[in-house]
């Protein structure tokens, strides 16, 4: 699997957006990218993936970029509940196994 | 809720003892992977259950087994248990292994080796 490299922190004020980078230069052409998130020591919860396209859910959206080498995770309004971990990764497809590198812990402040 | 469950929340025992973590997997999926969240490594996956059979292998120790059974639920065996064997311990489920498959997380097992 590609390696991934995210920002170790972030900050960013209650109800404004998030913009959350990620870099996947070695990315192959059938790996998706995928975010999942952490709060404190929850499980973590899938948020939105992707291959090529750009993706949007009730959660969040996400931008790839065409050489498909980077992605932003975008929270539209964030909120003090999208404090967490928030890792992005790259998968093989029909590969079972994710490997989680050490995320971007996002603060959302009042 | 993710709808991955696993038994217990919370375990506590001793160096040198054995404990089977359980997890049962959303209705309908048929993979069922396990993680371990130890403090000064990250999320790093174990190993990977299809429909009963192993998939996929990652960095699981040979004191540790897991298997998946006919009603597709899950157990992760530890033996011979070390202090370093503290940690989270996470079952994941997904549909099978095929393209973009998403991974739902279960709540974990926190494991505290004494």
């Known amino acids: 699997d590609a390696k991934t490299t995210q920002p170790p922190s972030m900050d960013c004020a209650e109800g404004r957006a998030a913009n959350l980078p990620c870099n996947h230069s070695?990315?192959?052409?059938?790996?998706?990218v995928y975010w999942y998130r952490q709060i404190h020591s929850q499980g973590p919860q899938y948020i939105i993936h992707?291959?090529?396209n750009n993706e949007t859910n009730e959660m969040a959206s996400l931008i790839i970029t065409e050489d498909r080498k980077s992605s932003t995770l975008i929270l539209p309004h964030a909120t003090l509940r999208d404090t967490a971990v928030y890792y992005c990764?790259?998968?093989?497809?029909?590969?079972?196994?994710?490997?989680f590198g050490d995320g971007t812990t996002l603060t959302v402040k009042p | 809720d993710s709808g991955v469950t696993q038994t217990p929340k919370h375990l506590i025992t001793a160096t040198g003892q054995r404990v089977t973590l359980r997890c049962s997997p959303r209705s309908g999926d048929l993979s069922v992977y396990w993680y371990q969240q130890s403090l000064d490594q990250g999320l790093q996956f174990l190993i990977q259950y299809y429909n009963g059979e192993e998939r996929a292998k990652g960095n699981i120790l040979e004191r540790f087994s897991a298997q998946q059974f006919p009603d597709l639920h899950s157990e992760l065996n530890l033996s011979s248990l070390e202090l370093g064997d503290s940690a989270l311990y996470f079952c994941?489920?997904?549909?099978?292994?095929?393209?973009?498959?998403?991974?739902?997380f279960g709540p974990g097992t926190r494991l505290t080796v004494l």
């Open positions: 990764i790259v998968r093989v497809a029909n590969a079972g196994k994710s490997t």
């Open positions: 070695t990315i192959s052409g059938n790996e998706y």
């Open positions: 994941a489920s997904s549909v099978g292994p095929r393209e973009g498959d998403t991974q739902y």
């Open positions: 992707g291959l090529k």
